[in-house]
């Protein structure tokens, strides 16, 4: 019996450090393309997802349009969370993402921002046209949907023509508020979710003067974490989610 119990020992140590050298279970990992202004809610959101699920998520933030093209051409991403619906409309359109995981998540807002120690006084769009304002900063229209929003309300509002000179464009929303913090331009217009009071001050424009900022995500076709993309989507608008989202500004549809 001596014998046979340490014969049962010693194959059981072996099995153990075998078990031990060899690959250990695969992580679960999943890729979301997430629009700029998502970068402050998303980080703060993606790090207790995170700890909440064991899954580990990485974020490609940029403009929407970029996204969305880079989507079209292969990108292995999981997860697509635009600025506007239109582009997951789109990329739906074209057999891209799982229609039945599309939702809005969120619906965002504008404003007029400068640094906090700017001499002028800026707190309206008409502000913009003054002679003094030299440089404006707007994410470029033709791909980020912020700065479609802030060109609308310019040109609600007449002032298009009379500032479009003065404009300098940021490839995204977050490279645009760059621009002003940086003091590379007097004002621009950026989104709520990036306003940061300790930096610049920032005034709400009407929401009516622009299409609304609805904001759409879904999971992309050829993902094969399904399951933990779709997890993802659900925690954004879930208890712990949801209240984050709102602190940034966000307004966050009930499902």
Known sequence: MGRTLRFFILITLFFSIISGCGPKSEEIEITVAAASDLSLAFTEV??????????????????????ADQIEHGAPFDVFAAANISFVDNLREKGLVNPETQMTYAFGRIGLTTLLDSPLNIETLEDLAKPEVIKIA?????????????????ETLGLWEQIEEKLVYGKNISETLTFI??????????????????????????????????????VINRTNQEQAALDFINFILGPIGKPIMESYGFIVPTQ
């Open 46 to 67: 993606g790090e207790i997802f995170e700890q909440e699920t064991g899954i580990k998520i990485t974020f490609s933030f940029g403009s929407t349009g970029q996204l």
């Open 138 to 154: 707007i994410a470029n229209p033709d791909h980020a949907p912020y700065g479609l929003a802030a060109k609308q309300a310019l």
């Open 181 to 218: 913090e940086t003091g590379n331009v007097e004002a621009g217009i950026v989104a709520l979710s990036l306003y940061n009071k300790e930096k610049v001050n920032f005034h709400l424009i009407d929401e009516d003067l622009h299409a609304p900022l609805e904001q759409s995500i879904a």
